[in-house]
């Protein structure tokens, strides 16, 4: 059966979340943005093994920070939402598709996949502090209520794309669009 538009606005419904998504996996990040160095400063002039333990070690300390920071978990959790969207959205789709479709989001996947996000932004001693941060109450007690953080967020993103997506058509409708 083809996919047909559903009543009460998917995408309506759908991108605002998509957005959301979009902003919750950068949470996690707190990155400071790194400025190259200097020629001939002394990170320049490590020779190649030296950076690739370096390269190794900060590696290993960006997935630890993001499993201390439940990102991976975090983003399968707001996929799963997102699936569930679509589930609500689309009845004529078999759940057999859904279930198959949700064992394909793996966390590790997307861990690798931001890593040398982190490790383009984060100098190696950044990753180091916010693994000190995230081992701290105040960090175990963000990453506790991040979730929570998330889905509320999630809600009001939601509204709030709607609000936009309906003043956007309002105004389209009005300048003659349509």
Request: aromatic share 6%.
């Amino acid at each position: 059966m083809p996919i047909q538009k559903q009543k009460g606005g998917f995408v309506k419904k759908v991108l605002p979340a998509v957005l959301v998504l979009a902003f919750a996996v950068n949470v996690f990040a707190q990155s400071t943005t790194t400025k190259p160095g200097a020629a001939g400063t002394p990170a320049q002039t490590k020779s190649a093994s030296t950076k690739a333990k370096t390269g190794a070690k900060k590696t290993a300390d960006i997935k630890t920070l993001l499993t201390l920071t439940k990102s991976g978990e975090l983003a399968v959790s707001m996929m799963q939402e997102m699936i569930n969207a679509y589930r609500q959205n689309l009845p004529q789709v078999p759940e057999e598709f859904w279930t198959k479709f949700a064992k394909k989001v793996k966390t590790e996947d997307l861990m690798e996949m931001l890593v040398p996000i982190y490790d383009r932004h984060l100098t190696h001693a950044d990753v180091t502090s916010l693994i000190d941060f995230f081992q701290s109450p105040v960090g175990k007690k963000l990453v506790s209520v991040q979730p929570e953080i998330m889905k509320e967020s999630m809600q009001v993103g939601q509204i709030w794309g709607e609000k936009l997506a309906n003043e956007v058509t309002a105004e389209l409708q009005k300048q003659g669009y349509r």
